[in-house]
């Protein structure tokens, strides 16, 4: 059985890009891994917002230029999912159940496309921001979706190197 694929959150692929940051190793082996990731298109539009923003202003610092170069590349190992129009009713829905304002609205986005594509998980270093979504989809960091990838690994191969017995039940 393959593993469940995961929605990344945009301060994932911003640790990835981001050398100094402290989960820059566990963001990048987590984006090489052969882990089903998914992302959403305001993902990216956030990761080019912050990417481009200037350092002073907490930004990255990126041209436009590199930026968009991350997100090709980004492509590469994580499938974008697609906005369709039931994002937005169960956007809707999922506010009148779990109200929240400000930026909070963001991450109801990113949980609402999560559910209309049945990603069942949010690999994210803020589980703070998701929280209030716990009863909706799973929130791990990268290194829980590492572990949980490996353990699965595990298990396959031991069901693999189980002998099975001839005319046994």
């Known amino acids: 059985m393959a593993a469940e694929p995961a929605l990344v959150d945009t301060n994932v692929l911003l640790e990835a890009t981001d050398e100094h940051r402290a989960h ?4 990048v082996a987590l984006l090489e891994s052969v882990a089903p990731l998914t992302f959403s298109s305001q993902v990216v539009r956030e990761y080019l917002a912050v990417a481009t923003r200037p350092v002073a202003a907490n930004g990255l610092g990126l041209s436009t ?18 906005e369709e129009r039931p994002i937005l009713a169960t956007f809707l829905a999922l506010l009148a159940r779990v109200p929240c304002t400000g930026t909070r609205v963001h991450d109801a986005h990113i949980v609402a496309t999560a559910l209309v594509h049945r990603v069942r998980a949010i690999v994210s270093l803020n589980l703070d921001d998701f929280r209030p979504f716990a009863s909706e989809v799973g929130i791990v960091t ?3 979706a590492l572990r949980t990838l490996a353990e699965a690994r595990q298990a396959r191969a031991r069901r693999r190197r189980t002998p099975r017995s001839a005319g046994g039940p």
């Open 24 to 27: 820059h190793a566990d963001a």
């Open 142 to 144: 990268p290194v829980q």
């Open 65 to 82: 230029v590199d930026a968009l170069a991350n997100i090709r590349e980004f492509r590469r190992t994580v499938r974008l999912l697609p």
